[in-house]
């Protein structure tokens, strides 16, 4: 059965891939799903520092897949798989995006590059976040959890990282994700300046669709005194 590990760009997959390598661990292929200009910047600077360690290291690369989120939203503006919030009303949009730029591409993928094989897809999920543990909606992927059988933490998954010598990478789900803090996105803007007019440009689009529906209009980014939420996805597959 073929071994691949999924890898986000997050704590914990990082450490996951860390670990795989040190300790050689049989592992066919390591895959990322890169959202391209819907991913943080940070996390792709960061997955391309982090795949030059790996070659020079183990000589080893990751297979990227590439979807383009952003750019889809913008072409389709009636279509919005992300759940932002209402501008002037409280309500959320149906959440899609995970499933049709995350986990879909990835088990298409896997599908292809190993047709007729069982799969193990090793997932960055620490013990600290057991219950985001599920089972594969393919039926011919395997969900493993190495992470939590070794009961390690994120805390103990930063150190694993920065014991290879690396440095810790950031929270690594899109930028304009509405789970992320407020806090988290206002950073990134002014990190970042391009995402503000990129954030305007893809809210304008979309809200002048929705108006002509008849739709209340949405928030693409959130950087003032909202109420913050706990980022959740960090793991799963907006990280692993």
Known sequence: MPTVISYGGGIQSTALVVLAMRERWPIDEIVHVDLLDAESPATREYVARFR???????????????????????????????????????????????REYKVQPLQR?????????RIGLMLGI??????????????????VYPLVDRRLTR????EIVERAGLAA???SSCWFCPYRSVRSQWALVQRYPDLAGMARALEDRINAERRGRGKDEIVVLRTDVMAEQEDF???GFCDV
């Open 169 to 171: 990478p950031s929270k």
């Open 233 to 235: 996805c960090e793991a």
């Open 155 to 158: 805390w103990q998954c930063r």
């Open 109 to 117: 993928y896997l599908y292809d590059r190993y047709p007729g094989e």
């Open 126 to 143: 620490s013990v600290d976040e057991y219950h985001r543990i599920r089972d594969s909606s393919a039926a011919r992927i395997e969900h």
């Open 52 to 98: 030059e360690w790996l070659q020079r290291e183990y000589r080893r690369d990751i297979t990227v897949v590439e979807r383009d989120l952003y750019g889809d939203m913008l072409a389709r503006p009636g279509f919005t798989p992300v759940p932002w919030r209402g501008k002037r009303r409280e309500f959320m949009l149906k959440r899609q995006c995970t």
